[in-house]
């Protein structure tokens, strides 16, 4: 197993960032994101490195006071399956209780994985109530809209499963 630490990304992490996203965005897993998003939320960013090697990465998004989402979690596919995806998401469970979130979305197609980590399947009907649902409505955020399952995104988002985890 490969050693890693854990650490806030930097903005030099942006390319290694893209490159891990980048093959999982050809299999269509991952939406691969022009490099002034990777900027422009850098600060949600918690990377696995290894020697200046980046091997993982991930996000997590606050949404509302006590809903965030679970952001491009990705491995090299070189260290796929040895803990470190497991790592970047307890680290960012940690972050999402350290500020005060109770509620942690994701969107994702390793149901499995997610499932391990304590995620469940959401039912159709909303997470949210309905003040807060009209609140999330003027938001531009994709994840947003995919979280409140808006017809909008489908076409984007067909085949992934939307999961939830209590805190």
Not at 28 to 52: C, H, I, M, W
Not at 93 to 118: K, N, P, Q
Not at 148 to 155: E, G, Q, W
Request: hydrophobic share 45%.
């Amino acid at each position: 197993m490969p050693s890693f630490t854990l650490r806030s990304a930097r903005t030099s992490d942006v390319a290694g960032i893209r490159r891990l996203v980048r093959p999982l965005a050809d299999r269509r897993v991952l939406l691969e994101k022009e490099a002034v998003a990777y900027f422009e939320s850098l600060q949600e960013f918690t990377v696995a490195e290894d020697g200046g090697e980046l091997l993982g990465c991930g996000a997590l998004h606050v949404m509302w006071e006590d809903l965030a989402e679970i952001r491009t979690l990705a491995t090299a596919d070189s260290v796929r399956g040895r803990g470190i995806g497991k790592a970047l998401l307890h680290e960012l469970v940690d972050r999402a209780r350290a500020i005060g979130v109770s509620r942690l979305f994701c969107l994702t197609f390793e149901v499995d994985f997610f499932r391990a980590m304590g995620f469940e399947v959401m039912a159709n009907q909303s997470a949210v109530d309905p003040e807060v649902y009209s609140e999330l409505l003027r938001s531009t955020d994709e994840g947003v809209a995919e979280f409140l399952d808006l017809a909008r995104v489908k076409p984007n988002t067909l085949g992934n499963t939307r999961m939830i985890m209590n805190l």
